[in-house]
Each structure stands twice: as C-alpha cells, then as structure tokens.
C-alpha cells in the first residue's frame, strides 16, 4: 500500500529515471517501483539530487494483485513498462482496482486502442484519468494537430518522427513489435484506415537536411488515436536511423 501519491513504474530505466528526477524537482513524494531491487537501486543512484527526494523504493511482482496492493493509497501511476501491449495491461487493470490514474509513454497504437475499448469507459464510470501515449517524441506533430483544429481549411496533415540514437532492450522490443508484427493505421475521415502492406519504406525530404530520409508507418503512431473524433485527417511516419 502507497503513502505517496505517485507511483513511478520502471523507474530504473531511461524515461522512469527522468519522471524521478522530476518528481524530485518538483517536490512531489513517489514510490519508484520495478521488478528488480538491484537494477532499482542501480538505476536510481543516477537521478541528480536524489538525497532531496521524498522517495521509496519497492520490488513488486509483475502481476495484477501485487501492483493493485502497491498502488491502493497513490493517486496516480506513471507506467514506463512495456512493450505495453505485452506488459501493460496488468498495470491498467491494478489502477482501475486501486483507483488510481493511469499514464505511460507508450507510442504503441495497439495498445492504445486496447486502453481505449477495453477500459475507457471503467475508467470513466470511476472519474478517473486513462492516459496511455505521454510521449515527448509526438509533442511537435500533435501542437501541428492542434494548430490544424483550431484553424479553418486545415484539413490533413501528415506527421513524421525522427528517431535518432540507440535504444533500450524494451524500447528495441516495442519497435519490433510495432513495426514487424502490429497492423498501423492513419485517420481519415474521422475513421481508422489499415496502412497498406505492401507500401514499404517511404523517401521523405526532411527539414535541414540534403539527403531524403527513409521512414515507415511505425505502428502508425499515438496521434490518429488520440485525435480520432476531432475531425482532421492525420497520418503519421516514423523516420528511422539517420538520414541516408
């Protein structure tokens, strides 16, 4: 049971470092919580001015009954566990027991159409927030979006991510299930339209630079889900590797 508000899930790595060090900032008490003490401990000797925070540190089962038992009392969970179609449903279902927010950084259009059908509206029933697809990497594309909404004769936008750096076991084994083995899908017509499969690798011109880059639908991206209903037309590329 939590006597802190927040609970930091995966906080040993990459991104659960970063909500640490924030939560830190922000003198906001947190539980940062993994499937592993000694990787949670690694991990969390790195976090700048952790002697500051008002923190604990929890190795907890990846199970529904043990993340329910460890959220009752918080209010909120920051999930950094995935690939989240494999490991995330677990967490979802934990929050709604416990009555617990629910947020991650998932760029996984699965699952977040799974969130969205299979507990969108429990979670609705109990006031509280389901969240799935924080990501910082979306942030530019959906400010575009947003612009397009809010401007008349913006009809369609297309959206294109570029992925520079190494990734992480987790994040490698999202962008292989997202780009080898989920179905993609863009927005059109307020509708979700499978990207075809035969299209390939596309050649897309990118901004600064004197090569066209290579992209593919990666998953398609969080952005047709979270506008779907909004009335715009969006589709959404991921650009791999640098520019060749």
């Excluded at 460890?70 to 490991?87: D, I, K, Q, S």
């Excluded at 987790?170 to 962008?175: G, L, Y």
């Excluded at 035969?198 to 090569?211: A, C, K």
Aim: proline share 5%; glycine share 10%.
């Amino acid at each position: 049971m939590s006597d802190k508000p927040v609970v930091v899930y995966g906080a040993s790595g990459y991104t659960g470092r970063l909500v640490c060090e924030y939560l830190i900032k922000l003198k906001i008490p947190f539980i940062a919580a993994g499937r592993d003490m000694g990787r949670l401990k690694a991990g969390l000797d790195t976090v700048p001015g952790l002697d500051s925070g008002d923190y604990e540190m929890v190795e907890v089962e990846h199970n529904v009954e043990a993340l329910t038992k460890l959220l009752t009392g918080a209010r909120a969970m920051c999930n950094m566990v995935g690939p989240f179609m494999e490991y995330g449903p677990a967490s979802v279902k934990a929050c709604h027991n416990a009555g617990v927010h629910y947020m991650d950084t998932t760029g996984e259009q699965d699952w977040m159409m799974w969130c969205r059908e299979e507990f969108g509206a429990k979670f609705a029933e109990k006031n509280l927030l389901l969240s799935p697809g924080i990501a910082q990497m979306y942030t530019t594309g959906e400010i575009a979006a947003n612009y397009a909404l809010e401007n008349p004769g913006l009809e369609t936008l297309d959206m294109s991510v570029f992925w520079k750096g190494q990734p992480t076991v987790a994040s490698t084994a999202t962008i292989v299930q997202n780009a080898v083995l989920s179905k993609a899908h863009f927005l059109e017509n307020n509708e979700l339209v499978e990207w075809p499969a035969d299209v390939g690798l596309y050649s897309l011109d990118v901004p600064g630079q004197h090569e066209p880059g290579l992209a593919l639908p990666w998953g398609g991206t969080s952005s047709p889900i979270w506008f779907q209903n909004l009335h715009i037309c969006l589709s959404a590329v991921i650009l791999i590797g640098t520019v060749i």
